[in-house]
């Protein structure tokens, strides 16, 4: 049986490692003398390279569906005046919660073994922290009143989902004329998380081999624009010596 959610995303060490993730800084999360790819911070990117701010309308509205910890939907409130984060994890969401109270938050980041040092994520202090509301919920079943959004932003969601396609189909009532959608994917399928039939690509049909950017493209385009797709590599520190280096596609589409 497929969970909605692992362990992982509930796990200490997952909340660790998104934190970092969301809010650490390049160089100092890793021992000295080790030079991992420079890229970015990819939350602040997946806002800064997938949205127009220049095609927002006044008082905009934004969802981040899949937010974990919640760095995106701060980028967000950059253009947007309402951000509504939702994650299926509770320990994210209580996590992002506090941030969003606070705008900080101390925790321990893993260096090597069971040795870890103190860490805080800090929310850029320029972003108004008020325009943003976190909420639990599964992305296969959003509540009824959300309301519609000039932008819907899936980050690294899809392929973490029992049914991608159960929630692609939903995204382009959510979305206002001319709203934005932004998808960012590495595209790793694994059984864990969705069960192979349920996959968008990354397998061989009768006709030969099928990608889950041309099962997008089929989804979506009754009702969306495709206007640009782009690389946006990530990196997720495990420790001081491990970390994990991926690229996700960014394609970013306009609802007719
Ligand atoms: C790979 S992480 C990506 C998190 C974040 N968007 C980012 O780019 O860093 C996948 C996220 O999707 C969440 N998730 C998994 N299944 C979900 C569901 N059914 N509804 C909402 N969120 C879900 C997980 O809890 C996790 O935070």
């Not at 509205?61 to 980028?75: H, I």
Request: aromatic share 8%; glycine share 8%.
């Amino acid at each position: 049986m497929i969970r909605l959610a692992v362990p992982y995303y509930e796990s200490d060490r997952g909340v660790a490692e998104y934190l970092l993730f969301h809010y650490g800084g390049a160089d100092a999360d890793f021992a000295p003398g080790i030079a991992p790819p420079s890229v970015g911070n990819f939350p602040e990117q997946c806002v800064r390279q997938g949205c127009d701010p220049g095609r927002l309308p006044p008082n905009a509205r934004a969802l981040d569906l899949g937010c974990a910890v919640g760095r995106a939907s701060f980028e967000l409130a950059r253009h947007c005046s309402t951000v509504v984060g939702i994650d299926y994890s509770d320990r994210f969401i209580a996590v992002a919660q506090e941030l969003q109270t606070k705008g900080r938050m101390d925790f321990v980041a893993l260096e090597e073994g069971e040795l870890t040092r103190p860490a805080t994520a800090i929310v850029p202090p320029e972003i108004d922290r008020q325009r943003v509301h976190f909420e639990q919920g599964d992305a296969l079943a959003l509540p009824a009143n959300l309301g519609t959004f000039d932008v819907v932003l899936l980050a690294n969601l899809i392929d973490r989902l029992p049914d991608p396609r159960c929630c692609l189909q939903q995204i382009p009532n959510l979305l206002n004329p001319g709203g934005q959608l932004i998808i960012t994917s590495p595209y790793t399928w694994l059984p864990e998380y969705t069960a192979r039939e349920k996959w968008l690509g990354g397998y061989m049909d009768a006709n030969g081999p099928v990608k889950t950017r041309a099962s997008l493209e089929t989804i979506l385009a009754p009702h969306c624009r495709l206007v640009a797709a782009k690389n946006i590599p990530f990196l997720i520190r495990e420790h001081a010596r491990k970390f994990q280096y991926s690229v996700a596609e960014a394609t970013l589409w306009i609802r007719a």
